[in-house]
Structures are given as structure tokens and as C-alpha cells.
């Protein structure tokens, strides 16, 4: 059974999500803010599968909590706010979270949303990947069994689970131009409902990760005028 931490300050909203997740198979542990989060994280049996984090809460920001909880090994992360403008959706998902969604939702689209994002954590793993587990490419490394990458200089980068679909994407179909919608169904599954300006907003920090680890000038990830985004580099499956 999935288990599911629920951060929000509201009680109602934390009453009313926790009773239908629960009804749908989920375990579900609630907290009142960033403290209270991090007291059920200590105090858990087992890792959460997934958090439920609220943007605004008093105490520590939602994005702040976003931005220390994401990265390998973490749980993954669904974020609701009052604020739905494109600007806190795409902050939301640059500081690491899986998908955003707008308050007030309803607990049938957050459902949906939960199952889709706990699919593509566990799709990628069970796959077994064409061609080799080492994916190398201009003295990168990505091993597609543990989900590490690895700078020319042997430098671990940190990788967010959306991040690390979208490179595997990549490599696996490198020199070849890749529109946005196809991004998305080959990182997310067919049908995926997650925002598209999220492909760019990842695309755009892996853009940020690679040029920061290394002095090379070449560019890795191209933006193709009416195409999309294409992987220049050739790829090496060992």
C-alpha cells in the first residue's frame, strides 16, 4: 500500500483528502506544517512514497520544504496552492516537486494525479532498458539501473525523478529532433496531464546542471525552431 504524507494547514482540506485517498488504498499520514512534516517523517516506519504539500503555510515556505526534500532518493512531490498562476507552477516545479495543482481541487483529479506520478516512479525502474545499463556521452555517465549521473570529472548530479525520465528519454533517442507532446508521452505516458511548460522548466535545469559541471562549450540539449528539443551528443549503451 502506497503511503502518503499530507502537509497542509488547513484541517478540513487535511480531513477531507485523507478519508478519500484512504478509501482508495493509500495510507495516509497528515501534518500541519513543515515542522509537523518533518516529526512524521522521523517517526515513519518506511520512507513516504509521496507528499501532498501545501505552497502557503505558516512556518516554513512549501517551496522551501520542495526544494530540500527533492532529489535522488526522495519522495516525490505533489504541490497545491491557492496561487495558480503559470509563474507558481512553473517555481513550484523548478525547485523539484512532480506536479502542481491549483486549490481548490478536487480529490478525484489529485488522485488521478498521485497514481500518474507514482507510476512513472516505479515504470522506469521495472523496464528493462534497450541496449545496455550505462548510457555514456561526452564523458557522461548515466546509469539507468541505480538513476545516477556522473560529470566528466566523476561528479555525482543530483537528478529530481522528472529530470532523470527526461535525460533517459534523451539517450535513448539521441540526434533526433523530439517535439514537446512526444517528451511528454515518452517521459510521463501516454495521456499524461501534467502542465507542458514542465518539459521546458526540466529541460531547462538539466540545460543548468550539465553546462555547470563541465567547461565544455558544446551544446547538449538544442532547441530545434518548430521541432522541439533534440540530444546532440552521441550516445554509448554499455
Known amino acids: 500500500m502506497p503511503n502518503i504524507l499530507l502537509v497542509d494547514d488547513d484541517p478540513g482540506i ?10 482508495h488504498g493509500y495510507d495516509v499520514t497528515t501534518a ?25 503555510m505558516p512556518g ?17 512531490i ?8 503559470d509563474s507558481d507552477r512553473i517555481v513550484g516545479l523548478e525547485v523539484g516537486a512532480d506536479d502542481y495543482l491549483p486549490k481548490p481541487c478536487n480529490p478525484r483529479e489529485l488522485l488521478a494525479r498521485i497514481r500518474a506520478v507514482l507510476r512513472r516512479r516505479t515504470e522506469p ?8 545499463l550505462l548510457a555514456e556521452f561526452d564523458g557522461w555517465k548515466l546509469d539507468l539501473v541505480r538513476r545516477e549521473l556522473s560529470s566528466p570529472e566523476n561528479v ?36 499524461s496531464e501534467s502542465y507542458d511548460r514542465s518539459i521546458d522548466v526540466q529541460i531547462s535545469r538539466l540545460r543548468r546542471k550539465l553546462d555547470s559541471a563541465t567547461n565544455s562549450h ?11 528539443y533534440m540530444f546532440t551528443p552521441k550516445v554509448v549503451r554499455r
Request: no cysteine.
Open 14 to 23: 487535511r480531513d477531507l483528502v485523507s478519508d478519500f485517498l484512504g478509501r
Open 32 to 56: 500541519e506544517d513543515g515542522a509537523a512534516m518533518d516529526r512524521a517523517i522521523a517517526a515513519a516506519p518506511q520512507p513516504f512514497d509521496l507528499i501532498v504539500l501545501d505552497l502557503m
Open 60 to 76: 516554513e515556505h512549501g517551496l522551501e520544504i520542495a526544494r530540500r526534500l527533492a532529489g535522488p532518493g526522495g519522495p516525490a
Open 78 to 85: 505533489i504541490m497545491l496552492s491557492a496561487m495558480g498562476e
Open 125 to 132: 525502474a521495472a523496464a528493462e532498458p534497450q541496449g545496455g
Open 156 to 191: 555525482l548530479i543530483s537528478l529530481s525523478d522528472g529530470e532523470f525520465s527526461l535525460l533517459r528519454v534523451f539517450v535513448e533517442r539521441p540526434q533526433q529532433p523530439l517535439a514537446r507532446e512526444d517528451l511528454l508521452d515518452l517521459a510521463r505516458g501516454k495521456g
Open 218 to 228: 558544446d551544446e547538449l540539449i538544442r532547441t530545434v525552431r518548430n521541432e522541439g
